[in-house]
């Protein structure tokens, strides 16, 4: 305890007063005579037990009551913590989160209004001198800088939503950051927040000894919530016509069972498919909605659930390209082999172009999904070239070699787009004895494997070394080990190469029942899907194939509906665009990449399904938490003493004055009291 004006404790010595009144008493004695003094012993007795108690109380309450009231003008106080005491500008920080999870609604307001109004009532604790800094979770440059109290509520009407979200540590850095270098009085820094135990890390803040930390939480207990955690594609192949579904998986985060909740999947502005589910609490459902792709091109789309109070959840978009068929390049030495046009010309899916090694077009491999290189004795140097490049940006190629291969041009080859290297034609003849069929080539194509099933026999194959490399894959193997048919990744796309040659003197895998579905599945997960949709605040960039742009004008991306636009950084690519964002993108929705009146692409942008688990540190938590921290850390409860009155009491210390006026009176009064009653 300590006192604002200490001089008055010097009043202490009027303690004095009564001392020496009770000490020496002046009263006179008035003589009483007694016809009969038989008794008079025992009265004598007794008067004086009565006496000395009666004085010593008296002088108790009298001396209390001095001391008390003179303590009450020297202004005592229990002082607030180390280093809070006043100074002539104060530094504080107010975290308002705005993430998503902060419209959740509460007694017909959002989180995120309770936590402005809550801010603006807690500069009313501070001077006109002090400082503060506003941090949201977005960083934006305009809240750089510390302000005056007028100008940092004004500021506070202008935070909005936002799909970011920050952690503890980022916060703390950012406050470092900007904080002046001398500090007269330890800075504050304030968490007005629901306390995501999803975002939300105690730890910097238990360390950390050089700064006060406030923790507003906003709610007791985490509202209910349903949602679309996450949505994929059920077959690889987006063709025209073809049949195709979204699985979707939702969640339930609340305590109850759900039963019979709908979900609808809306493309092109049209709804396509309904469906129902059931949920267990604390559980995730699978949901099919089975479709047909009607029309070539772009589908927009999205799936859209009901659910209160978190709401922003509740819908996913999504974005794909349905085509019309697959471009396919069968590329050989003079002949193309009929063991590949059989596939490609039965079947309108695909659209085969042909051409030979000595006349082939470079600039055209952008047009097609999948080149062939079949019975290639060699590959070029300009060749390599180009076909690293197309690979690198999302090509598939199919690789053959044929008997007469030139192996060190193929290596070459090899060598730029991964670890593969070919040996020398081995001619022993050799059984296929292992087939991936967890692989995607063939993870449709059976049901069952039995276990006598009918493999090919190779008549000569050309062994391959690398194939251990993380970035190849083993799809078919031979009885002594050597691959057969291997995939290797490279850049963002693949290559197949099949060790044995496909003539008719070597043919083994081509007259085989396994080629149809080998080549046909090659060729159907030739193009990559795309994303179906990219996160709001992870993806920075998106790739866009089948890519024409006209350099007159820049490309723009723009949110159909509303008046939503920039123009984003651009990197070309053959045949793939790749666009930075720079943050730009803050709402969920189906967005177009234009230029001009032509509509270059599309691609779905969501919120972060991450703070959709309504989990909260719930006031007692935290202050389980806290009661471990080495630095000063105070959990001011929802529902208690307003905010600025708390923060006022922490700041000034809690001043005892008027207590001890109190005090002071009830010993006058019991001491009026004890006097009238030993009268009696």
Request: aromatic share 12%; proline share 6%; glycine share 6%.
């Amino acid at each position: 305890m300590e006192f604002i004006h200490p001089y008055w404790l010097f009043g202490l010595l009027a303690i004095s007063v009564p001392i020496i009144i009770h000490l020496f008493n002046f009263r006179r004695f008035r003589k009483y005579y007694f016809t009969n003094l038989k008794f008079l012993k025992n009265i004598k007795k007794e008067t004086r037990k009565q006496h000395r108690l009666r004085h010593f109380l008296v002088l108790l309450s009298r001396i209390l009551a001095i001391t008390f009231l003179v303590m009450a003008f020297a202004r005592p106080y229990i002082p607030g913590p180390r280093g809070m005491e006043g100074s002539a500008v104060r530094y504080v920080a107010v975290y308002l989160d705005n993430s998503l999870s902060m419209q959740a609604s509460v007694n017909g307001h959002s989180l995120l209004d309770e936590a402005r109004s809550a801010a603006a009532s807690l500069v009313s604790a501070y001077g006109p001198s002090d400082r503060f800094l506003l941090i949201t979770n977005d960083f934006e440059g305009k809240h750089q800088g510390f302000k005056n109290p007028d100008e940092f509520v004004k500021g506070l009407k202008e935070v909005t939503p936002s799909p970011k979200w920050r952690t503890s540590g980022e916060i703390l850095e950012r406050f470092r950051e900007l904080l002046p270098a001398q500090v007269e009085s330890r800075p504050q820094l304030y968490f007005l927040s629901d306390f995501q135990k999803v975002s939300f890390d105690f730890l910097p803040l238990l360390d950390d000894t050089t700064m006060v930390s406030f923790l507003v939480p906003l709610l007791e207990e985490g509202p209910p919530n349903v949602y679309i955690d996450s949505c994929g594609l059920g077959s690889p192949f987006n063709n025209l016509g073809g049949q195709q579904s979204i699985v979707a998986y939702l969640r339930n985060a609340s305590s109850l069972d759900l039963e019979k909740i709908p979900v609808r999947l809306t493309i092109n502005g049209q709804q396509r498919a309904l469906a129902s589910f059931d949920i267990k609490s604390g559980g995730i459902s699978e949901v099919e909605l089975p479709f047909t792709n009607r029309e070539a091109g772009i589908q927009k789309a999205s799936l859209e659930i009901d659910d209160y109070p978190v709401s922003w959840d509740d819908k996913m978009f999504l974005s794909w390209k349905a085509r019309a068929g697959i471009p396919v390049l069968l590329v050989s030495e003079n002949e193309p082999g009929r063991w590949f046009t059989r596939i490609f010309t039965n079947d309108s899916v695909f659209n085969l172009s042909e051409a030979v090694t000595r006349s082939l077009d470079y600039s055209v491999f952008g047009n097609f999904d999948l080149i062939v290189l079949d019975h290639v004795d060699r590959i070029s140097s300009g060749l390599a070239s180009e076909l690293e490049r197309y690979m690198k940006n999302g090509g598939s190629l199919l690789l053959i070699p044929g008997p007469e291969a030139e192996l060190n041009t193929l290596n070459n080859f090899l060598d730029r787009t991964g670890s593969l290297h070919l040996q020398a034609l081995d001619t022993n003849r050799l059984q296929v004895t292992g087939l991936n069929t967890d692989h995607p080539l063939f993870s449709e194509v059976f049901e069952s494997v039995p276990e006598n099933i009918d493999l090919p026999n190779i008549p000569a194959h050309f062994p391959i070394q690398g194939y251990q490399s993380p970035s190849a894959t083993v799809i078919m193997d031979l009885q002594n080990g050597d691959p057969m048919v291997i995939e290797n990744e490279y850049g963002k796309g693949k290559l197949h190469l099949i060790s044995s040659p496909a003539g008719d003197a070597h043919a083994g895998l081509t007259r085989h029942a396994l080629w149809v579905p080998l080549v046909y599945r090659i060729a159907l997960l030739s193009k990559p899907a795309g994303k179906l949709y990219y996160t709001i605040g992870l993806d920075e960039s998106i790739s866009v194939s089948d890519l024409r742009i006209e350099q007159e004008r820049p490309p723009m991306i723009t949110l159909p509906g509303s008046e939503f636009a920039f123009i984003p950084g651009y990197r070309k690519a053959v045949n793939v665009g790749e666009f930075d964002l720079y943050g730009q993108i803050r709402q969920s929705g189906n967005y177009a990449l234009v230029q001009d009146d032509r509509i270059l692409g599309s691609f779905a942008f969501n919120y972060n399904r991450n703070e959709s688990d309504p989990a909260i540190y719930s006031p007692d938590e935290i202050r389980e938490i806290i009661a471990e921290a080495e630095g000063d850390i105070f959990l001011l409860e929802p529902g208690n003493d307003p905010v600025d009155r708390v923060v006022s009491g922490i700041n000034q210390g809690t001043e005892l004055w008027k207590l001890f006026i109190w005090l002071g009176i009830f010993f006058i009064f019991l001491e009026i009291f004890l006097l009238r009653l030993f009268r009696k």
